[in-house]
């Protein structure tokens, strides 16, 4: 529309329209789309027609792995319009982590033209529990390097917008939830990477717990005398549903398995070795979810990380125990049980998710913390 | 308060009120207190004075046990005016249960003067998943007995009530919940009976699930080549942490206990034979405990149920198993584990708790069904 029908639509006067378009441009949040010049009928300079330029808004999203950051950013339209990957070690320090963080949205921002003019929030996820209520460190005691402490602060400083953070995984299960073909009231999600964990959508609403650890599916006991866990328990779930703790299964079943890529190569030729470690962990695992899913009967339960797209047999033998652990239950509607759609990148984008904040998943979830207060 | 101080203060004129004051008094919602008699200045008849009577609005609490059905009567003030039980065996009728609870409900008020003058909702629990969602049949397919069909068509054609039915374990966590010392957004409820239930309080809600299924810890797998379960698994929570269970335990080690009386006594001279089979009862509950705390992150832990009055020490062991499973988080806010602080009446408390229908607990929770549209 141009200014005159802006005007007349908003019921202001042109002068003060004029001055709020001048400041909306010179913010790139609207553009100059063409003039009216074609189909103009009367007189004089033909007027700029403005449109929403849907680089307007962005939100960026920032998944902080044990190994890896993820970033996506999203448009006004909520489209992802650049994503990347910047890999480091499990002992890098967070200030490092966060100067490849930074390099890696310069260098996405670069490549794809995205740029911040209006950047209106960011999202992060940080490993380990996080409570969401208040901006500050994730206290994660069973990892080992120092927490995530002032991550929110960094971000909000050098971008200028509100910052929310929470737990990566239950990101990743908001972002499964929103984005499975199913729309779940009630998910169980849990995670197999270089950890185990998890996240949990009841009633409608992404839960945090009482202190931001629900979801920790990881650490549930599954064998007290097993292996020793790095949160200094034996025998959780994480000790052997864990990608390392998979590969060493393997290993210790006499398979030479290095890799993830190893691990496919060796499902593809059917090693039967393999075949068996990989049941053994889809029925481990699929005892930790029967015994939540009988707690919280949900309408869903979702298996997420590259693990299970490597080896698929690991979630067909996880719903086959979950289906017997709930046998008990009248099947009027089905348990489904299902590997995560989304991939790597589903914590950066369950971080923007967390970000719009429109979802009735996030109802009376914190506010964003930071610059100003904005509505999403 | 006089007519006269009522209809000024409530801007009607003296005629109206009048109307609506005696068909108050017809229906017993209001009496008369008193006269103004002692204090008048003015000339002319002594003014009645009226008061809310706490007997105009009963709410009834029903509770369905496998073996009892328990009743409660609470007043328009909230107060629980009359309760009682009546036992059954597991294998008593539906019909003859209902006949059963009509009896005790008219006697209970017969004793106590209470009457059904105004009666404002019936609450009623039932054993076995219940989804709340719709009046009908509880389908309990491990009990022995035809389900719960009718139960709340019957309750509204006898009393021409609003009724409410849901599982009696989560009604007994939210009886737990509203009742105990916190007052927690995150709760887990077991209750060790003749079977073994649960409820959940996830984020300030009660928890029903996808199928009204949430809490049944009972049917948790604990040992998968234990005994068999009534509900046709092996090694179920209930098949070591039911009332029958643990005695029949206490005999296979030797102890000669039939009742939980025996079992009382056991304790008291501090059997040991019997102290370590409710220790490991203990152990195996904190387990079960520990991996539900894991996924919810709860306030409180709440274990309910006559055994735990009885035998202290299978708490004390489960919340020691459970501080062991929850180790891996840091305890800023440590959890509480308590026995229930409610006796056997429970289920018909929170039964009545439901229909008051004011707590945020059951905020999104279905409205009652039955007699007319009425608020609580």
């Not at 403005?50 to 999203?74: C, I, K, N």
């Not at 964990?197 to 931001?212: D, Q, Y």
């Not at 990989?278 to 309408?299: C, N, Q």
Request: aromatic share 4%; net charge negative; glycine share 12%.
């Amino acid at each position: 529309m141009s200014r005159g029908e802006l005007a007349r639509r908003v019921g202001l006067s042109r002068t003060t329209l004029s001055e709020i378009t001048t400041s909306l441009l010179e913010r790139r949040a609207i553009v100059v789309a063409d003039t009216d010049a074609a189909t103009r009928v009367g007189s004089g300079r033909p007027a700029e027609r403005l449109t929403l330029d849907p680089a307007s808004g962005q939100f960026l999203g920032v998944d902080f792995g044990h190994r890896r950051v993820h970033v996506a950013v999203a448009d006004a339209s909520h489209e992802i319009i650049a994503a990347g990957v910047e890999r480091y070690t499990a002992t890098t320090p967070w200030t490092e982590r966060l100067d490849l963080a930074f390099a890696l949205i310069d260098r996405v921002c670069g490549t794809s033209g995205a740029h911040f003019g209006a950047l209106q929030g960011i999202g992060i996820g940080v490993p380990g529990p996080y409570s969401g209520v208040r901006a500050g460190a994730a206290q994660v005691p069973w990892t080992r390097h120092p927490a995530a402490a002032g991550v929110d602060e960094a971000f909000a400083e050098r971008f200028g917008a509100p910052v929310v953070v929470d737990n990566n995984m239950r990101l990743a299960a908001l972002a499964e939830a929103i984005s499975g073909p199913g729309n779940p009231d009630n998910l169980i999600y849990v995670r197999l990477a270089d950890g185990v964990g998890g996240g949990l959508v009841v009633a409608g609403r992404l839960v945090t717990g009482s202190g931001g650890f629900a979801g920790e599916l990881g650490h549930v006991t599954v064998d007290p005398s097993g292996r020793t866990c790095q949160c200094g328990k034996r025998g959780c779930l994480e000790t052997i549903a864990s990608v390392p703790a998979v590969l060493q299964a393997c290993r210790d079943a006499g398979s030479s398995l290095e890799t993830l890529e190893d691990l496919a190569m060796a499902v593809e030729r059917r090693d039967p070795a393999v075949d068996v470690v990989l049941r053994d962990v889809g029925t481990t695992l699929g005892r930790v979810l029967g015994a939540a899913a009988m707690a919280l009967d949900p309408d869903e339960v979702v298996i997420g990380g590259e693990l299970v797209h490597v080896a698929p047999v690991i979630v067909e033998q996880a719903a086959a125990t979950l289906r017997y652990e709930l046998y008990p239950l009248p099947a009027s509607a089905p348990l489904a049980v299902r590997a995560g759609v989304l991939r790597d990148g589903d914590g950066a984008i369950g971080a923007i998710a967390a970000l719009f904040h429109q979802s009735p998943l996030l109802a009376e979830y914190p506010t964003p913390t930071g610059a100003g207060e904005q509505d999403f």
